[in-house]
């Protein structure tokens, strides 16, 4: 993805195996033909950008006098002035990277914590010989870092480390359980055993040959904002979030917007429409899906008649899938961001950036991961974390995968199952003493960002602009009571508030508006629909199955149904490549796309070992995506 990248050496003698490393970096993760990269090395230190455009907010600046570099990737909107109060921070382009410089002179190490945006950083200062890396509070914006005696390297994407030739290609067994217990690694793991991601709030400093990681801020819950408090928060936050979509859209002309049936896209599309920008909502689904049934309403309502349309297409899923894996480095399990490369193809790029509702009311308005029995729960409370990994939904590899794997990755999975939570929830601990607070911030890290942040990518195609990635909305949210927080009461105070005529369309979650309760016989409804579809598939072993509205996404009736993914999923799980790496055995992935075939909502484990091997292929076996349908051609 778009980035900022670069190195820095621990030993001079290293100079010889990295010539022309920082082009190779810059090559490998410049994504086609809309992709531009600058770079900028010494003897000892490179560093470069990578976007999807080359204009003047991109680049590396040096300062002439001193040698300090820096370069960015991402916004700074305000800054801490030398009297101690936020002001705009004003600056774009080569000024703004000049200023960084500037304040870096003033504050050293100290600097991250007077800036406020959302970014990663890299601070070169020569005369020191001293690397200063660093992210904002909440890490929105990925960055990795690779370190072995003789080097510091950081990227946006992993594979840019693979071409310096110590790379150590070392699994972390850790991280291996993490992907096959909960699709994708928590805390700050990947893969490789020496390939860590910058915390949130990080700042990573190489002095010489020492390198350390310090977190400069750290999430505090308050709960100081009760429920009388109600009118002051929606205005509060409300006010926020407009400031925030006003920092994002600055000289921007036309904007895509993905609207869904849920309310962070509906929030997202209504401040654009009041601030006049030029909008193209957009959505995916079949036309007699619910999501796309609301989001026309919505538009109806908001007046807006250019509403666009997304089919998912079954054979997405092999035509994309390598593109997939290869820009997103299989970083979640599953097949269904397939359908981002198809709408990406389908949309086109001509658009300033596409504003996305990802991190929504979970970082603002509401929408807890916790309930009200969290509040209470004395076992939560002395860390039972069983709860928690359930809802991780690490109880799906015990249940589909344990009996069709090798002895070798059980042990594996079993081991780091429990402690990877357990890891989490004692760091949750500097969050707040509150067991619900606890566990919503274990989410918060982890389910949201490592896990939903890993499933965007349409950064690798957009301008991917977060209204939500804000940290004066995170700062605001941990202000909040639980019982402002459950049920949503105060994102649906905001919408009754600003918003009344949405608020009366339904919700995609509950199938009533804002200011309804789903009643009792529509949960039964629901319910008995769920039920009716499992057990028609189930019975008629996938000869019928139900559709259910609620979704936009069919993926295991389309792999029942469609010839070409069932030959390449086949061409993938039984080939000696996946079986001879040591932990599946033939039969029992035989037997588990027999049971897909029968009726059985498998794909979700199918899509996991499929993006393990083309992941393997990619980034342990060398290979290169054969096809590359955005851009024409594959990766050079």
Not at 286 to 303: M, N
Not at 325 to 337: D, H, K, P, Q
Not at 341 to 366: E, R, T
Not at 521 to 540: E, G, I, N, P
């Amino acid at each position: 993805m778009p980035g900022i990248f670069g190195y820095q050496l621990k030993k001079r003698e290293m100079r010889d195996r990295t010539e022309g490393l920082i082009h190779k970096m810059a090559d490998i993760l410049k994504h086609g033909e809309k992709y531009a990269s600058a770079v900028s090395f010494t003897e000892d230190a490179g560093m470069g950008v990578v976007d999807l455009v080359s204009d003047e907010d991109m680049g590396v600046y040096r300062d002439e006098k001193t040698g300090i570099a820096c370069c960015i990737f991402g916004d700074i909107f305000r800054y801490v002035n030398e009297h101690g109060e936020q002001a705009a921070f004003g600056e774009k382009g080569k000024a703004g990277r000049a200023k960084l410089v500037a304040l870096y002179r003033q504050h050293g190490r100290r600097l991250p914590e007077r800036l406020i945006g959302e970014f990663n950083i890299a601070v070169h200062d020569v005369p020191k010989k001293r690397l200063l890396l660093f992210n904002d509070r909440f890490g929105f914006r990925h960055l990795y870092v690779y370190e072995d005696n003789g080097i510091v390297m950081f990227a946006p994407e992993i594979k840019a480390f693979l071409n310096y030739s110590g790379f150590s290609k070392q699994l972390d067994p850790q991280g291996v359980a993490d992907f096959f217990n909960y699709f994708y690694q928590l805390g700050d793991r990947t893969m490789f055993a020496n390939v860590k991601m910058l915390p949130a709030a990080a700042c990573l400093c190489l002095d010489g040959s020492q390198a350390d990681c310090t977190v400069y801020w750290h999430a505090r819950y308050t709960g100081e904002r009760k429920k009388e408090d109600v009118v002051e928060s929606v205005e509060t936050g409300y006010r926020l979030f407009q400031q925030s979509m006003e920092e994002r859209v600055a000289g921007k002309s036309k904007l895509l917007v993905p609207l869904s049936g849920g309310l962070d896209s509906r929030l997202i599309l209504a401040t654009a429409k009041d601030m006049n920008c030029n909008i193209q909502p957009v959505t995916f689904g079949e036309k007699r899906s619910l999501d796309y049934r609301i989001a026309d309403t919505i538009c109806r309502v908001l007046g807006l008649q250019n509403h666009h349309r997304v089919a998912i297409q079954s054979n997405w899923v092999p035509d994309f899938s390598e593109e997939m894996i290869w820009l997103s480095e299989g970083a979640y399990a599953t097949l269904a961001t397939t359908r981002i490369c198809g709408f990406a193809k389908v949309m086109g790029s001509h658009y300033d950036g596409l504003l996305n509702g990802i991190f929504g009311g979970h970082l603002s308005f509401g929408s807890p991961y916790f309930t009200q029995q969290d509040v209470n729960d004395k076992a939560l409370a002395r860390g039972d974390v069983s709860g928690i990994i359930k809802e991780l939904e690490g109880w799906r590899y015990d249940m589909y995968l344990a009996g069709i794997a090798s002895a070798k990755l059980n042990d594996m999975v079993h081991a780091y199952k429990e402690k990877s939570v357990k890891e989490e929830w004692d760091k949750s601990e500097l969050a707040s003493s509150q067991p619900a607070f606890r566990k919503d911030q274990v989410f918060l890290s982890n389910r949201i960002r490592r896990g939903m942040n890993s499933l965007d990518l349409n950064r690798f195609y957009y301008k991917s602009l977060l209204p939500f990635a804000c940290y004066d909305l995170y700062e605001f949210y941990l202000t909040l009571s639980p019982e402002l927080l459950l049920d949503h009461f105060l994102y649906k105070s905001i919408f009754k508030a600003k918003f009344p005529r949405l608020a009366e369309v339904p919700w995609q979650r509950t199938g009533v508006n804002l200011y309804t309760e789903p009643s009792g016989y529509l949960k039964r409804k629901k319910m008995f629909q769920q039920k009716f579809d499992w057990y028609l598939t189930r019975l008629t072993k996938g000869k019928f199955e139900g559709l259910n509205r609620s979704n936009y996404m069919y993926y295991d009736r389309d792999y029942r149904k469609n010839s070409k993914v069932q030959r390449w999923v086949e061409a993938l799980l039984l080939s000696d490549r996946f079986l001879e790496r040591g932990y599946f055995h033939r039969e029992g992935v035989r037997n588990l796309l027999r049971m897909e075939k029968r009726g059985y909502m498998l794909f979700h484990e199918i899509g996991k070992l499929v993006c393990f091997e083309l992941w393997a292929r990619f980034m342990l076996d060398g290979e290169k995506p054969t096809s590359w349908f955005l851009t024409g051609k594959p990766p050079s």
